[in-house]
């Protein structure tokens, strides 16, 4: 059971250059998000997806885009890299909406570390 | 705006000892509120979780109660292991979707 799966764990970019963070769930979750993880400042949604075909800004969303043409992918692409990009990224998905509601939980995938140098 | 403050850590403690992880926070609506635990080199698990007030979520030996009154949702285990060294984040969602969290707290205990 492989839950969420990030790839890869460890990147190192230049500045200026683009990539893609892959993230796949294989749960048939709707719900599926970004956040990145700095020191001190906790977790940060960076975009969010509802369903295949939909995505939605977070509160950190310049610099990244992202797409969700299947229900089990959402890839993060860093578009010209920075080095304040610099951070841990998590992707997590959930059956739906309703996260406080008693059924529904995120799960997280184990994260990709990012240098842009 | 929803916000989550937790207590700075580290907090170091020795095995057996009691812990306490203060979490507050700040919601329009009436927010579900969450502790998650990260292990070293591992992502974010839930830990415990409670919906609406007076409501006490409880795992793992560690337990939460949702007060409205002070609006808090302080984190507590009556006998740490070396096994709970972690970072713990509280965290709220209202109105479903979107979890906004703390900024984490680094438990670390000593044998």
């Known amino acids: 059971n492989a839950g969420v799966t990030q790839t890869p764990k460890f990147q190192v970019l230049k500045t200026g250059q683009s990539m893609t963070l892959q993230c796949a769930q294989d749960m048939n979750h709707e719900y599926m998000s970004w956040y990145r993880q700095d020191p001190g400042m906790g977790l940060r949604l960076i975009h969010y997806?509802?369903?295949?075909?939909?995505?939605d800004q977070g509160e950190v969303p310049n610099g990244y885009n992202v797409s969700r043409s299947t229900t089990e992918d959402f890839p993060l692409r860093l578009l010209s890299a920075a080095p304040s990009q610099t951070s841990v990224y998590f992707c997590?998905?959930?059956?739906?909406f309703g996260w406080g509601t008693s059924n529904t939980e995120a799960f997280f995938g184990q994260g990709t570390r990012l240098t842009v140098v | 705006g929803n916000s989550v403050t937790q207590m700075e850590g580290p907090v170091t403690l020795s095995e057996e000892a009691f812990l306490t992880i203060n979490c507050t926070y700040t919601a329009t609506g009436y927010p579900s509120l969450f502790w998650y635990v990260q292990y070293p080199g591992e992502g974010l698990q839930l830990l415990l979780k409670?919906?609406?007030?007076?409501d006490k979520g409880s795992n793992k030996g560690f337990e939460a109660t949702y007060r409205k009154e002070t609006t808090s949702f302080h984190l507590e285990k009556g006998s740490v292991q070396v096994s709970d060294s972690a970072v713990y984040f509280c965290a709220l969602s209202v109105y479903g979707n979107k979890l906004v969290f703390g900024a984490g707290t680094i438990l670390r205990v000593k044998s």
């Open positions: 997806s509802v369903g295949a075909g939909i995505t």
């Open positions: 997590a998905s959930s059956s739906g």
């Open positions: 409670a919906t609406k007030a007076d």
